[in-house]
């Protein structure tokens, strides 16, 4: 089920159905950026998709090189599909609207939905209630943010269509996912009947409905994968929808595999003769001399090749281990300029190409 970028033909989304997509990964693999591209692909056919950040760090605006979000919706992009390298389809751009869920806000807003509390509510915030009650039960804490999110997945206009075609929310890393999506039981010793239990059990039929896929992100390295791994073990155990696997940052090989393969030999004679012809030694003089002007070089670059045998071997196993999970996988190129708009923008048309979206 893997799909890497040489395999982009089909361009069937793998996701036909899914209205909310949780982006999770190990802290330094890039989540947010993959949420944010996510959100993108699945706007370019002209729908209007929802990005939701719930970590309080401003990620998303950094990204979109904007303002920090409020606690309100905002449109953020408009993209289309010719913005993101792909051939043009009917319909007009989409939209990308952008939330970050400030969770003083989210409980007071709460509390007047449930309970009417009004200017009591804004009475609460100033003595710290807010922190204390969301300190001392985070159960409830991630209901508010998880609901929000399931509330914008359901949400209609007054004509009875759907608000959004699709949420994305950048969730927190994998080793607090699980604990964080499965609200249900968290707050089960908290509240067993009342609006808090209600609120859990409705945030859980939404989770768990096919409408939900949660993602998980990645590196070639050996600690995120394996991270990945024990996440989606403790998904499936929770029954929650796995969605995909997103390999982020994936650098292209430099020595084809018969190279790879030949690092380990005596290969100075070789190198040196290849770095004559190259010109490196000067083409006029004689083969003595050509070694003596090359090898300053030999050293440093059998030890390079020999460091990007080993990187790749070990990015192979690590591929391997992913595939073993047999999940829809997409690969996403290291940028090397790193991730400015345009960066964005690319990464959201591979998504595209590879059927994330």
């Known amino acids: 089920m893997a799909r890497t970028p040489g395999q982009a033909a089909r361009r069937d989304p793998d996701w036909e159905g899914v209205r909310l997509h949780v982006v999770s990964g190990k802290g330094g693999t890039g989540k947010t950026t993959l949420a944010a591209a996510l959100a993108l692909a699945l706007a370019a056919d002209g729908g209007r998709v929802l990005l939701i950040e719930v970590e309080g760090r401003q990620g998303v605006?950094?990204?979109?090189?904007?303002?920090?979000?409020?606690?309100?919706?905002?449109?953020?992009?408009?993209?289309?599909?010719?913005?993101?390298?792909?051939?043009?389809?009917?319909?007009?751009?989409?939209?990308?609207?952008?939330?970050?869920?400030?969770?003083?806000?989210?409980?007071?807003?709460?509390?007047?939905?449930?309970?009417?509390?009004?200017?009591?509510?804004?009475a609460l915030q100033?003595?710290?209630?807010?922190?204390?009650?969301?300190?001392?039960?985070?159960?409830?804490?991630?209901?508010?943010?998880?609901?929000?999110?399931?509330?914008?997945?359901?949400?209609?206009?007054?004509?009875?269509?759907?608000?959004?075609?699709?949420?994305?929310?950048?969730?927190?890393?994998?080793?607090?996912?699980?604990?964080?999506?499965?609200?249900?039981?968290?707050?089960?010793?908290?509240?067993?009947?009342?609006?808090?239990?209600?609120?859990?059990?409705?945030?859980?039929?939404v989770l768990k409905s096919p409408e939900t896929a949660v993602h998980l992100v990645t590196l070639l390295e050996e600690m995120p994968v394996q991270e990945t791994v024990d996440g989606i073990e403790e998904l499936r155990e929770a029954r929650l929808p796995v969605g995909g696997v997103m390999v982020n940052m994936v650098r292209p090989p430099v020595l084809d595999a018969a190279a790879v393969a030949a690092v380990d030999g005596d290969h100075r004679e070789e190198v040196a003769l290849a770095l004559g012809e190259a010109g490196l030694g000067g083409r006029t003089r004689t083969g003595e001399k050509v070694r003596a002007a090359v090898e300053p070089l030999l050293d440093p670059l059998l030890e390079q090749a020999r460091e990007h045998a080993e990187r790749v071997e070990l990015e192979r196993a690590q591929r391997a281990d992913i595939q073993q999970l047999r999940l829809p996988t997409y690969e996403l190129p290291l940028l090397g300029e790193g991730v400015d708009l345009g960066g964005l923008y690319r990464l959201a048309g591979e998504l595209k190409r590879q059927g994330a979206a």
């Open 61 to 122: 605006a950094e990204l979109f090189g904007i303002a920090a979000l409020p606690y309100e919706e905002r449109r953020i992009a408009s993209v289309s599909r010719a913005q993101l390298g792909l051939p043009a389809a009917e319909g007009g751009p989409g939209e990308v609207f952008a939330l970050a869920i400030d969770t003083e806000l989210a409980l007071l807003e709460y509390l007047e939905m449930f309970y009417k509390l009004g200017r009591a509510g804004k």
């Open 126 to 205: 100033k003595v710290g209630f807010v922190d204390f009650a969301t300190t001392i039960a985070p159960g409830v804490r991630d209901v508010l943010l998880t609901g929000k999110a399931c509330e914008a997945t359901r949400r209609k206009d007054p004509d009875g269509r759907r608000r959004y075609d699709a949420v994305v929310m950048d969730a927190p890393p994998t080793g607090r996912l699980t604990r964080f999506l499965n609200v249900n039981a968290e707050v089960a010793g908290l509240a067993r009947i009342g609006p808090i239990h209600t609120q859990a059990q409705a945030v859980m039929r």
